[in-house]
């Protein structure tokens, strides 16, 4: 399993951030209320816009690449329906800049948890390149409908 800086929210949504149509996302961890999946927290996201994500980046540097990329999360949608496209993304930095990205769509139904998983398969980076990140995004494709997400994890 890859680390993932608060994959299970106890720490709020520090590492986590609105990406596309950022003033339209809300985002926020909701704690204690005894229904996380996991521990006692879980990230709640809404946006106004539809398309509206939210992210988070995993930078690797000096590491052998993986062949492919695996990604899982928990979601609900607590006030009935939200669909939710999770995307993979594979960022080869310096000296040239290749973007892969692979996303998966679904739509979240209730109060109760569910999982959801992506894969992505790498491309050989370009000779030179010796810096990757990663980012798993979260597009919110209905409108005003709170998603919950909580035990984000990915692996090679």
Do not use: C, K
Request: net charge negative; charged share 10%.
């Amino acid at each position: 399993m890859g680390v993932i800086s608060n994959s299970f929210f106890e720490s709020g949504t520090a590492g986590w951030q609105p990406v596309n149509n950022a003033g339209a996302v809300s985002i926020g961890a909701v704690t204690n209320d005894g229904t996380a999946r996991v521990g006692t927290s879980y990230l709640q996201v809404s946006t106004s816009q539809q398309g509206g994500s939210v992210a988070i980046d995993i930078p690797q540097s000096n590491y052998v690449q993986p062949t492919s990329l695996y990604a899982l999360a928990w979601l609900r949608a607590p006030q009935g329906q939200v669909d939710v496209t999770l995307a993979m993304w594979e960022i080869a930095h310096s000296p040239y800049a290749i973007v892969v990205n692979m996303n998966r769509n679904f739509t979240a139904y209730g109060n109760e948890w569910f999982m959801i998983e992506n894969g992505l398969d790498s491309l050989p980076l370009p000779g030179g390149s010796s810096e990757v990140s990663y980012r798993l995004e979260f597009y919110i494709n209905t409108i005003n409908q709170p998603l919950d997400i909580d035990s984000v994890m990915w692996w090679s």
